[in-house]
């Protein structure tokens, strides 16, 4: 089956810029998404189709695209973003839609 | 306001059936596709499956094939997991979540916002 690969944790100073990323072999054909779970919480879209933000979301968070990895950068870092981050997109058939085993990011 | 809320959760055990519900208001429910994702304790989310804004198209994750069978009622503006044959793995919170409107392209734009509350499964004896 299918699989997008995250690394489990990230961590950065306040105010620095946190990577995430997102590997799958379908990704040159596929949107990616992102979405910021906190603890307790249903998890929220903060990037669709590889790097739109949709409305609400901060503009410190932006999402690229290159091969097969998609990247979600959070530049200038607050407290408030410490959570899960899942990236998601489809297999190669777009009739099954995965995610990434999600990465904790960790503010200092 | 969009909102889903879910409900039907609950224990059960090895081998039983449990029905969830998923009530939205806020938005022309009929116009949108759905899906159900769930999590494990502790675990990542998991996609379990889509249902497109006629019922005209669905899937599952393989997973769930032929245990769980997804529905809505586009008249009441609700949407629906039928769980048969539950497994001890089976146990997450599962969350319904809206889809984008689907204009018929390929390949089927399918990404979650927003997302219910959850409701969490236990399958246990």
């Known amino acids: 089956s299918y699989e997008l690969t995250q690394p489990p944790s990230v961590s950065v100073s306040p105010g620095q810029t946190a990577r995430i990323t997102c590997s799958g072999d379908a990704l040159p054909k596929q949107y990616a998404y992102w979405y910021q779970q906190k603890p307790g919480q249903a998890p929220v879209l903060v990037i669709y189709k590889d790097s739109e933000r949709p409305s609400g979301i901060p503009e410190r968070f932006s999402g690229s695209s290159s091969g097969t990895t998609v990247t979600l950068t959070i530049s200038g870092v607050q407290a408030e973003d410490e959570a899960d981050y899942y990236c998601q997109s489809a297999d190669s058939s777009g009739t099954s839609w995965v995610f990434g085993g999600g990465t904790k990011l960790t503010v200092l | 306001e969009v909102q889903l809320v879910e409900s039907g959760g609950g224990l059960v055990q090895p081998g039983g059936s449990l029905r969830l519900s998923c009530a939205a208001s806020?938005?022309?429910?009929?116009?949108?596709?759905m899906n159900w994702v769930r999590q494990a304790p502790g675990k990542g989310l998991e996609w379990v499956s889509y249902?497109?804004?006629?019922?005209?198209?669905?899937y599952y994750a393989d997973s769930v094939k032929g245990r769980f069978t997804i529905s809505r009622d586009n008249a009441k503006n609700s949407l629906y997991l039928q769980m048969n044959s539950l497994r001890d793995e089976d146990t997450a919170v599962y969350y319904c979540?809206?889809?984008?409107?689907?204009?018929?392209?390929?390949?089927?734009?399918?990404?979650?916002?927003?997302w219910g509350q959850g409701t969490l499964v236990t399958v246990s004896s």
């Open positions: 806020g938005f022309t429910f009929s116009s949108y596709s």
């Open positions: 979540a809206r889809a984008p409107i689907w204009f018929g392209e390929s390949p089927i734009p399918n990404w979650f916002d927003p």
């Open positions: 249902i497109s804004s006629s019922s005209s198209t669905i």
